[in-house]
């Protein structure tokens, strides 16, 4: 089921800016700069946003230059992506498990 750990990755991810971070990393690596340039957001608020993601370890940081850029963490996308598939399957089986069940 849900720990707390994949509660707050949620919450995370629930930020429409951040979830548009994550889709745009996804697909590559990006500098704030390419990030300000893809999302309109500002440069600050942007910076804001990648460091909650940065907290919660979505994204890891690779500097180059005077740039830094990030990247996703496909493995914390995939242990979210498996919590999912556990409650569809608790779900699947509650509902085959109330078929079987009659109405009183």
């Known amino acids: 089921m849900l720990t707390s750990a994949t ?3 949620i919450r995370v991810l629930a930020d ?3 979830m548009r971070i994550v889709q745009l990393l996804a ?17 600050t608020n ?6 909650v ?8 940081t690779e500097p180059c230059g005077r740039f830094t850029y990030y990247r ?5 996308i995939e242990t979210l992506a498996g ?4 409650l569809a399957e608790a779900a699947r089986r509650t509902t ?9």
């Open 7 to 9: 509660t707050d990755l």
């Open 16 to 18: 429409p800016l951040r």
């Open 27 to 43: 697909r590559e690596t990006l500098c704030t700069t390419h990030l300000v340039e893809e999302t309109g957001a500002r440069q």
């Open 46 to 51: 942007l910076s804001n946003h990648l460091r």
């Open 53 to 60: 993601l940065r907290e919660a370890g979505v994204v890891d």
């Open 72 to 76: 996703l963490r496909p493995e914390v």
């Open 83 to 86: 919590s999912f598939a556990e």
């Open 96 to 104: 085959e498990t109330s078929r079987k069940r009659s109405c009183p």
